[in-house]
């Protein structure tokens, strides 16, 4: 569509010149008429002086434009807290604050910038953070999920290598209170090589106070060695501490040229070493727990060792009087078949309803325990193994009615000291005839 023609439409220069020239050669036209005698009209001099006014106001417009640009821009700067020197050309003036303006302008795109650029580096922070807390919670998940100790360590190990971008990371680890230091992750870095530095650096290990830094900023001290023994450039490796003796070693090395450690690196490195100092200690108590447990979690009958301490006392004492001492294994041979088609809730009530019914069957002078996941053993005092045979079909007799065909069972007996002479000995003797699948 065609623009209509307006005197608005068109630039300042233009509409000068337009003035000019309707205020100056207007004149000058009337003046050449007016020399060569030629006579002017009311009307013509009316239209004249029209066309010379319209001029005037095309001009004041243009000055207008000028002086409401000056004054927006002076406001302008007043808001903004800058000082306006004083000058009486107002085009001048104008030309001042449009520069200060302008200066203004670059100013405030540099620091949007900068804070672009900061805003960009805080992000940064703030996801590395998250990254951190997330990988902490992914390993307090594994473990309240009783993952092995050492397969949460790695999980540490391998992201905190990521978190850091170093060359190598690792963590090693006492065995227990008086072991040796073993390795427990190492990303790489050959074990050799690593073990080679545990081994050499055992001592100071043992004796760190806090976390070991060589970098650009700390190149000299008594630990400046380790970097070169590692194959790196730079090294930070914090102790694991528990109960204040150093219990393990978390480390991090790379080989950037003139680089150094931020405290947000130390951190995490300390936070890290914390994480699995607290794992390590859990291992440990977890350990000593079971050592002391004699009783089956499930159908609190007594658990393996139990078994196997009890089975050994008894057949020590029927040796010293001369006695029997009869043993029977009942495997259940179609137990993940059961778990399969039930569920394992099933499975599990089934489990706890079958050990009191064959605790039950048994005689009050009987040991009963659960040896494996789908097996029951029983030490029958003072039994030879035709008595441990009824035993046995009394038991068989007693679950068949509850269960029926929904479970398959078996028997074997064995006797001390026909068929071994220690616990060990009878309990294998047992679950090989008895030929069931145990599930431990």
Known sequence: MKKKFSINNLSLVRRKWIGVALVSLMPLLIFVYYVYGYYISIWAAVILLALIFLGWTIISEVFSSVSKVHKNSKNTLRELGEYIPSVDDEVNS?????????????????QMKDFNRITGEL???VSKKVLIFSTILQANDLFSKNSPGKEVVVFLVDHLQQLLESKLCFCCMKENS??????????????EKLEKFISSKK???FHMKRTVLIDENNKHNNFSSWPHDLNVINLAAAPIFLKGEV???VGVGNDREGWSFVSDDIDVLNLFSKNVGLIWEHEQLSTKIEELEVRDYLT???????VIQRLGEEIKRSTVYQRPCGFIVMGINNYDEYQKEFGLIEAEKMLKKMSVIFKGSLR???????IGANVFGAILIESNKRQSQEIAKKVEVSLMPVFGDKVQLTFS?????????TAKEIMTFALTNNGVSENK
């Open 203 to 205: 001592s100071e290990i």
């Open 413 to 421: 007996v064995a006797e001390s000291p026909i068929n071994g002479i």
């Open 123 to 125: 992000n940064k922070e």
């Open 247 to 249: 219990v393990g070693l």
């Open 300 to 306: 609190n009958l007594y658990n393996e060792k139990m």
């Open 94 to 110: 104008l030309d001042n604050m449009m520069s200060l303006l302008s200066y203004k302008v670059k100013a405030g795109l540099e």
């Open 364 to 370: 009050a002078i009987d040991i009963a325990g659960r």
């Open 178 to 191: 008086w072991g040796e230091m073993k390795i427990v992750s190492a990303v790489s870095i050959e074990n």
